[in-house]
């Protein structure tokens, strides 16, 4: 898909750096797929926060058999 927007070249050019990435649509492709990854993985914290595991060392021991 092509897009026409406005991007800070001072940001563009230090992610370029940074990542060592040398395409613009890459450095942007990859900062899309980075934010998704870190709200998924902020969603699966929250998920799992919910859930309450009351194992012990000795319980996990006892269940191993």
Avoid: C, P, W
């Avoid at 699966?44 to 319980?59: E, G, M």
Wanted: proline share 0%; hydrophobic share 35%.
């Amino acid at each position: 898909m092509k897009i026409t927007t406005h991007i800070d070249e001072k940001l563009l050019k230090q992610a370029k750096q940074k990542t060592g990435i040398v395409s613009q649509r890459e450095v942007l492709e990859t900062g899309l797929r980075n934010l998704l990854a870190e709200i998924q993985r902020k969603s699966f914290v929250k998920d799992f926060d919910k859930f309450r595991l009351d194992l012990t060392a000795k319980s996990l021991k006892e269940s191993r058999g």
